[in-house]
């Protein structure tokens, strides 16, 4: 069958599943938006093109499938860098198309011309330039598959205009990928699974890191298998709230800069560590040299580049870890180990079971109240969306999920304006969830503009901003390390609830604590979207803070203060 | 300094991935060398680098992360023969033109070109050879210098071969 390069994309796309894609036409695309037209496939028209990458990014960590983004040459490429570079860091398979000037005109500096694949090199996994409509369509798929595959990340394809308007024969079935042969490494030899194995069944206190991995490589029962086998303590990274349900006993909550104290107390004295699908990044792990110095250390990981990247391990399994769990699974000697989860239990008092919500009400909003009331009225139900900064931590904290992608924000990048298209993106991955955005008053100002693709879309979320005034989380380093000054922090914002009328969208703005649950009631009973303008305290601060560089026992607490903090002092 | 051989897709723009990743991961190249291979689509790099073991074995990793690397090995610790060409055009005159000859004799040395005033001398070998010969040469006066950077390969049967199977294309992503 002879198609237009453009064609063969659409078709090429349809073939492979796909059936949204968020994008923002152009020039150099041009000729694929016309296909699309013709095409079964639905185009999400974005307000920007970073909203377009993050849409796709929250796509595909919703559906746990390939997310795609489409823009055109020049700056419609650039715009989507960030977006690219936050699913790059968060290992999120997103497939960008960006359109190109005609091949002869290649490297002429021509109108829109820019040289994307250059530019995003270091922040996909892979890029490509196509200048042949035959080779599209091996070329896409090609993408599809090294996006998804290994440890998945974005992949961009620049297809040129005069590919896109040329005609090729397409065939599906003869344009298979054809990826360049590798060398296949043996993951680990039986060495060092025996020694994994020693170390697992002599621990006393072993402590299991699980990351964001555990969700990508689709571990979630053999992970829980596994560490109901050996009865292991677990603690979570951002990324990887959800792959363990918070439910379970063994389950003690988030690590790291703003994780639990109990948990970060509890990794000091561990004499085992047992990283799955994680990569000790600085924020889990504070000062390296002081971290968890009395733990072995067993790393479970796909990416063998990040073995004793920042700490040095005494059995690295290198695969995937569904398979590397349950290889190990049946090797685990079930050991009660009373006095390490007494111990544990012991650091963590009574916090655990203390409610925020019988708290005495003070008068005060706390964006705590906000997310913990949020968790309570969606049964932990619901897909929350974040984005960066201190309601980002009082998310992590105060909801509970139970279930895989179910929390989706941008840990490694850490992407202000992410919240909002990603929220839009995995609406569309889960149609019938209940998607809740939930964003600083900073954040959400990068990106608002994707209110109007709510509206055009007709697609029902909830946005919950949690506005303090300030750019909270700076404002938060400032008051510990800058003597209070806060430069460039206080921040001015429009009326949200009658930004959102103009939109199109029901608008509420909530001051006292008791209108929250109404509030969100009637939000969740709404057919159409609604946002809610949370006012809360506006100089609170997220605790224990473990300061940047310092060692991970290091926390900053809560300081006498009516809301009670997550963790009790050990 | 650290020694990495990789086979890459011999085609436009893998040169840059490798460097820019280098780059990336604030590894300083010494040298770096690319060459055709038997196959006429997969190149041979050898790769001399600023860093230690750690380094190293990031650098390997991640190379072989890259779509278009096939394969990359950090041989540093094994038993390996490298060589380094130079070709030096050195100031020689009437007068010292026999004193020139008698030191390349030692050195191995070739003249490859012969000018009134200068010679241009082609040598073979390892790094620390050169660096003798052209400290030698040095009072001669050294007009101009090219060299190729190291290669490098593992002695005997210790053999480092291009992965030549067709895998699937599942198992060539995540490997």
Same mark, same amino acid.
């Given at each position: 069958?002879?198609?237009?390069?453009?064609?063969?994309l659409?078709e090429?796309?349809?073939?492979?599943?796909?059936?949204?894609?968020?994008?923002?036409?152009?020039?150099?695309?041009?000729?694929?938006?016309?296909?699309?037209?013709?095409?079964?496939?639905?185009?999400?028209?974005?307000?920007?093109e970073?909203?377009?990458?993050?849409?796709?990014?929250?796509?595909?960590?919703?559906?746990?499938?390939?997310?795609?983004?489409m823009a055109?040459?020049?700056?419609?490429?650039?715009?989507?860098?960030?977006?690219?570079?936050?699913?790059?860091?968060?290992?999120?398979?997103?497939?960008?198309?960006?359109?190109?000037?005609?091949?002869?005109?290649?490297?002429?500096?021509?109108?829109?011309?820019?040289?994307?694949?250059?530019?995003?090199?270091p922040?996909?996994?892979?890029?490509?330039?196509?200048?042949?409509?035959?080779?599209?369509?091996?070329?896409?798929?090609?993408?599809?598959?090294?996006?998804?595959?290994?440890?998945?990340?974005?992949?961009?394809?620049?297809?040129?205009?005069?590919?896109?308007?040329?005609?090729?024969?397409?065939?599906?079935?003869?344009?298979?990928p054809?990826l360049?042969?590798?060398?296949?490494?043996?993951?680990?030899?039986?060495?060092?699974?025996?020694?994994?194995?020693?170390?697992?069944?002599?621990?006393?206190?072993?402590l299991?890191?699980?990351?964001?991995?555990i969700?990508?490589?689709?571990?979630?029962k053999?992970?829980?298998?596994?560490?109901?086998?050996?009865?292991?303590?677990?603690?979570?990274?951002?990324?990887?709230?959800?792959?363990?349900?918070?439910?379970?006993?063994?389950?003690?909550?988030?690590?790291?800069?703003?994780?639990?104290?109990w948990?970060?107390?509890?990794?000091?004295?561990?004499?085992? #560590? !047992?990283?799955? @699908?994680?990569?000790?990044?600085?924020?889990?792990?504070?000062?390296?040299?002081?971290? $968890? +110095?009395? /733990? *072995?250390?067993?790393h479970?990981e796909?990416?063998?580049?990040?073995?004793?990247?920042?700490?040095?391990?005494?059995?690295?399994?290198?695969?995937?870890?569904?398979?590397?769990?349950?290889?190990?699974?049946?090797?685990?000697?079930?050991?009660?180990?009373?006095?390490?989860?007494?111990?544990?239990?012991?650091?963590?008092?009574?916090?655990?079971?203390?409610?925020?919500?019988?708290?005495?009400?003070?008068?005060?909003?706390?964006?705590?109240?906000?997310?913990?009331?949020?968790?309570?009225?969606?049964?932990?139900?619901?897909?929350?969306?974040?984005?960066?900064?201190?309601?980002q931590?009082?998310?992590?904290?105060?909801?509970?999920?139970?279930?895989?992608?179910? #929390? !989706?924000?941008? @840990?490694?990048?850490?992407?202000?304006?992410?919240?909002?298209?990603?929220?839009?993106? $995995? +609406?569309? /991955? *889960?149609?019938?969830?209940?998607?809740?955005?939930?964003?600083?008053?900073?954040?959400?100002?990068?990106?608002?503009?994707?209110?109007?693709?709510?509206?055009q879309?007709?697609?029902?979320?909830?946005?919950?901003?949690?506005?303090?005034?300030?750019?909270?989380?700076?404002?938060?380093?400032?008051?510990?390390?800058?003597?209070?000054?806060?430069?460039?922090?206080?921040?001015v914002?429009?009326?949200?609830?009658?930004?959102?009328?103009?939109?199109?969208?029901?608008?509420?703005?909530?001051t006292?604590?008791?209108?929250?649950?109404?509030?969100?009631?009637?939000?969740?009973?709404?057919?159409?979207?609604?946002?809610?303008?949370?006012?809360?305290e506006?100089?609170?601060?997220?605790?224990?803070?473990?300061?940047?560089?310092?060692?991970?026992?290091?926390?900053?607490?809560?300081?006498?203060?009516?809301?009670?903090?997550t963790?009790?002092?050990? | 300094?650290?020694?990495?051989?990789?086979?890459?897709e011999?085609?436009?723009?893998?040169?840059?991935?490798?460097?820019?990743?280098?780059?990336?991961?604030?590894?300083?190249?010494?040298?770096?060398?690319?060459?055709?291979?038997?196959?006429?689509?997969?190149?041979?790099?050898?790769?001399?680098?600023?860093?230690?073991?750690?380094?190293?074995?990031?650098?390997?990793?991640?190379?072989?992360?890259?779509?278009?690397?096939?394969?990359a090995?950090?041989?540093?610790?094994?038993?390996?023969?490298?060589?380094?060409?130079?070709?030096?055009?050195?100031?020689?005159?009437?007068?010292?033109?026999?004193?020139?000859?008698?030191?390349?004799?030692?050195?191995?040395?070739?003249?490859?070109?012969?000018?009134?005033?200068?010679?241009?001398?082609?040598?073979?070998?390892?790094?620390?050879?050169?660096?003798?010969?052209?400290?030698?040469?040095?009072?001669?006066?050294?007009?101009?210098?090219?060299?190729?950077?190291?290669?490098?390969?593992?002695?005997?049967?210790?053999?480092?071969?291009?992965?030549?199977?067709?895998?699937?294309?599942?198992?060539?992503?995540?490997?």
């Amino acid at each position: 069958m002879k198609l237009t390069g453009a064609e063969i994309l659409c078709e090429t796309l349809e073939h492979l599943g796909v059936k949204e894609i968020f994008g923002y036409p152009g020039g150099a695309i041009l000729p694929v938006y016309d296909a699309l037209g013709k095409s079964k496939l639905h185009h999400i028209l974005v307000r920007h093109e970073q909203g377009a990458t993050h849409m796709a990014d929250g796509y595909a960590r919703a559906s746990g499938g390939v997310g795609v983004a489409m823009a055109t040459s020049g700056p419609g490429a650039t715009n989507m860098v960030t977006g690219i570079a936050t699913a790059m860091l968060d290992s999120s398979p997103v497939v960008c198309i960006t359109g190109q000037v005609g091949s002869k005109l290649l490297g002429s500096d021509a109108f829109q011309e820019i040289d994307i694949t250059g530019i995003t090199m270091p922040i996909t996994k892979h890029n490509v330039v196509v200048s042949r409509a035959e080779d599209i369509a091996r070329t896409v798929r090609e993408a599809f598959v090294i996006a998804k595959s290994g440890r998945p990340g974005p992949v961009l394809v620049d297809i040129t205009k005069d590919a896109q308007q040329a005609s090729a024969e397409f065939d599906w079935d003869k344009c298979t990928p054809k990826l360049p042969p590798k060398r296949r490494r043996a993951s680990y030899d039986k060495a060092e699974f025996d020694r994994a194995i020693e170390l697992l069944n002599s621990s006393k206190r072993p402590l299991i890191l699980a990351g964001h991995g555990i969700m990508i490589s689709g571990a979630m029962k053999a992970f829980a298998d596994f560490v109901h086998a050996g009865h292991f303590p677990v603690a979570m990274t951002l990324l990887g709230i959800g792959a363990f349900p918070a439910n379970d006993p063994l389950n003690l909550g988030m690590m790291g800069m703003h994780g639990e104290a109990w948990v970060n107390h509890a990794i000091q004295e561990a004499d085992l #560590l !047992i990283a799955v @699908g994680m990569r000790f990044d600085d924020r889990v792990t504070g000062d390296l040299r002081t971290y $968890a +110095k009395s /733990a *072995k250390k067993i790393h479970i990981e796909i990416d063998r580049a990040e073995i004793n990247k920042n700490v040095k391990v005494d059995a690295a399994l290198v695969g995937d870890a569904r398979e590397v769990l349950e290889a190990l699974e049946p090797h685990m000697e079930k050991t009660a180990r009373p006095d390490w989860h007494a111990r544990i239990k012991e650091m963590q008092g009574d916090s655990a079971v203390r409610d925020i919500q019988s708290l005495p009400d003070t008068g005060h909003l706390y964006a705590a109240h906000v997310i913990n009331d949020l968790w309570k009225e969606t049964n932990g139900d619901a897909i929350v969306v974040t984005d960066v900064g201190q309601h980002q931590m009082w998310e992590a904290q105060y909801y509970h999920h139970n279930k895989p992608r179910t #929390l !989706i924000t941008s @840990g490694g990048l850490g992407t202000m304006g992410f919240a909002l298209p990603a929220a839009i993106g $995995a +609406k569309f /991955a *889960k149609p019938d969830a209940d998607v809740w955005v939930v964003v600083g008053d900073g954040g959400f100002q990068m990106t608002m503009s994707e209110l109007a693709t709510i509206v055009q879309e007709k697609i029902k979320i909830n946005i919950a901003i949690i506005n303090n005034g300030y750019l909270g989380m700076v404002r938060q380093w400032q008051e510990f390390f800058y003597d209070k000054r806060y430069v460039a922090t206080p921040l001015v914002a429009p009326d949200f609830a009658a930004l959102a009328n103009a939109f199109g969208i029901r608008g509420e703005r909530i001051t006292a604590r008791a209108d929250v649950v109404p509030t969100i009631r009637s939000a969740r009973e709404c057919k159409e979207s609604v946002l809610i303008d949370f006012r809360v305290e506006q100089e609170d601060s997220v605790y224990p803070m473990v300061p940047a560089g310092a060692s991970l026992h290091e926390m900053i607490r809560r300081p006498n203060n009516p809301l009670v903090e997550t963790s009790a002092e050990p | 300094m650290q020694t990495l051989v990789a086979y890459v897709e011999n085609k436009p723009g893998v040169l840059n991935r490798v460097s820019s990743l280098a780059r990336r991961l604030a590894i300083n190249i010494d040298s770096l060398t690319v060459g055709p291979t038997e196959n006429e689509e997969i190149a041979r790099m050898t790769i001399v680098a600023h860093t230690d073991a750690k380094g190293a074995h990031r650098l390997e990793a991640s190379l072989e992360k890259l779509v278009d690397v096939l394969l990359a090995e950090n041989i540093s610790d094994r038993s390996l023969l490298e060589r380094d060409l130079a070709l030096i055009k050195v100031a020689a005159d009437q007068q010292s033109r026999p004193h020139l000859m008698d030191l390349l004799k030692v050195f191995r040395g070739r003249v490859v070109d012969v000018a009134p005033d200068s010679l241009i001398v082609e040598v073979s070998g390892t790094v620390d050879k050169i660096d003798g010969l052209l400290e030698v040469l040095r009072p001669y006066g050294v007009l101009e210098m090219a060299r190729t950077g190291r290669i490098a390969m593992t002695r005997g049967g210790d053999l480092l071969q291009p992965p030549n199977d067709a895998v699937e294309p599942e198992a060539a992503a995540k490997s």
